[in-house]
């Protein structure tokens, strides 16, 4: 999250590997950063029939790793077309 970037951040100052100037400006830029919300939950896959809470979950972080990668683009239709690759036969 944020904190640990932050954290992250100070510490690199601390080592100068970064100067003050450069901390300033990522922090700047940072403060306003939200991060990006994974548009799937397991309520969408229950919709789909899935019961299994331990299947459920392994098709998120299958998801949200797939989703990740593609540098957060895909919207929620896609990444459900996505999921539904990994349902059960």
Not at 1 to 29: P, R, Y
Not at 58 to 69: M, P, S, Y
Not at 73 to 81: A, D, G, N, T
């Amino acid at each position: 999250g944020k904190d640990n970037v932050f954290d992250q951040l100070i510490f690199n100052s601390a080592k100068k590997d970064l100067s003050f100037a450069e901390l300033k400006d990522v922090f700047l830029k940072l403060n306003g950063w939200k991060p990006q919300q994974f548009p799937l939950s397991g309520f969408d896959l229950k919709k789909l029939g899935l019961q299994n809470g331990l299947l459920i979950g392994k098709i998120l972080k299958k998801t949200e790793l797939w989703w990740v990668n593609k540098n957060f683009l895909p919207s929620k239709k896609e990444c459900l077309k996505h999921a539904k690759k990994s349902l059960p036969a």
